[in-house]
C-alpha cells in the first residue's frame, strides 16, 4: 500500500481538477460551466483534490490530500493562494480530506490521518482543534467527509469507525449515528455526511454502495441505492457515437446494475431545492434525489 502511494494515481490528470455545473430542475438542461485547476505540483494545481466548500463571497477552497494543504480560488477560477504543509502540529496536515464553513466563517478540515478536525481561519491560520485516535465518543479513526448544520453543529463522517458523529461547536460530542455492518442504519465505511433543515442526517455508506438516512435522533429512516434509470444527457452522447458500446447495451438483459451507487463518495444538500445531490463515484456522474417526493423518483443524473 506506501508502495503504491509512492506515486500519485492520477497522472493522466484527468480528475485533477474541480467542475462547475449549473444545474437546474429539468433533466438534460444541466451545463457544465467551468472547471478549475489541473494536474501538478505546483501553487494553483492538484493532484489528489478531495473536499471543497465555498466562503459567503463564493471562494472556493480546495483539500488536496497529496500536497497535505489547501488551496484557493476566486469564483471566476483564479487562483488565489494555498496553505498547509505535512505534520500533525497545528495548522499542519496527514491527507485533509473533508471541509466545511462554520457559522462563524471559519473552515473545518477532516485531517483524516491525523485522526483530528482542525478549525482555521480563511488565511490558513490555526484556531482550534478536536478528536483524537480512538473508538470512542468523540474520538475518530480517519475522519473523511465533515459538514455543518444552521445551529453550528458539526458532523464527521469516521470513516474507519463505521459511524457519523456529532458535535457541538466547540467540538463536544454529542451522538453518533450508525454502527459496522450491513444492515439498516449499520455503515461500511462512510465517506461524507449531509444535514438538511429538517436536521435529518444523510451517511454516504461507501462500501455498502448506498445512502443512509437518519433522523435527528439518530432513528434510521431509509436508505437510497441508486435510481439512475436514464442516462445523463453526456453518457448518451458516448453511447451513439460508439456503435460497439450501443450493440453490447442492447444485448444486456437488464440495465438495473447500471442504476445503483457504486461507491458514492461525497454528497450535499441543496436546501433551496430541498434535493440530495450524491457522487456515485465509481459510475463517474451525480445522482440527485427530491425529499418532496420522499425520494421515490430521483429527479435525474448527470
Not at 75 to 83: N, S
Not at 214 to 240: C, M
Not at 258 to 269: D, K, N
Request: charged share 25%; proline share 3%; with cysteine.
Amino acid at each position: 500500500y506506501e508502495q503504491i502511494l509512492d506515486v500519485p494515481w492520477n497522472e493522466t490528470a484527468t480528475f485533477a481538477q474541480v467542475n462547475v455545473f449549473n444545474i437546474t430542475t429539468t433533466a438534460g438542461e444541466e451545463e457544465h460551466v467551468d472547471k478549475i485547476s489541473r494536474y501538478g505540483d505546483a501553487e494553483g494545481q492538484l493532484i489528489w483534490p478531495a473536499g471543497v466548500a465555498l466562503d459567503a463571497d463564493e471562494n472556493l477552497y480546495v483539500t488536496d490530500e497529496w500536497m497535505n494543504r489547501i488551496s484557493v480560488f476566486r469564483p471566476d477560477g483564479e487562483f488565489v493562494k494555498c496553505w498547509g504543509t505535512a505534520g500533525d502540529g497545528d495548522g499542519e496536515f496527514n491527507r485533509p480530506s473533508g471541509i466545511a464553513m462554520d457559522t462563524d466563517g471559519n473552515l473545518l478540515v477532516a485531517d483524516s490521518l491525523n485522526h483530528r478536525v482542525q478549525r482555521l481561519t480563511v488565511d490558513g491560520e490555526f484556531v482550534s482543534a478536536f478528536g483524537a485516535h480512538g473508538s470512542g465518543d468523540g474520538q475518530l479513526d480517519s475522519p473523511w467527509g465533515i459538514t455543518t448544520d444552521s445551529e453550528g453543529f458539526v458532523y464527521v463522517a469516521d470513516h474507519k469507525n463505521n459511524r457519523a458523529q456529532k458535535f457541538t461547536a466547540a467540538g463536544r460530542f454529542v451522538t453518533s449515528f450508525g454502527s459496522y455492518g450491513e444492515g439498516k442504519g449499520q455503515l461500511n465505511r462512510p465517506s461524507d455526511v449531509a444535514v438538511d433543515q429538517d436536521g435529518d442526517v444523510y451517511v454516504c455508506d461507501w462500501a455498502n454502495d448506498r445512502v443512509q438516512v437518519f433522523a435527528p435522533n439518530g432513528r434510521y429512516l431509509t436508505s437510497l441505492i441508486g435510481d439512475a434509470h436514464d442516462l445523463a444527457k453526456w453518457h448518451r452522447e458516448q453511447v451513439e457515437a460508439n456503435v460497439d458500446v450501443k450493440n453490447a447495451r442492447r444485448r444486456v438483459y437488464t440495465m438495473e446494475p447500471e442504476w445503483r451507487f457504486a461507491m458514492p463518495t461525497g454528497l450535499a444538500f441543496d436546501e433551496s431545492k430541498s434535493r440530495l445531490i450524491v457522487a456515485d463515484t465509481q459510475r463517474g456522474r451525480v445522482q440527485i434525489y427530491n425529499k418532496l417526493h420522499d425520494y421515490l423518483e430521483p429527479q435525474f443524473n448527470l
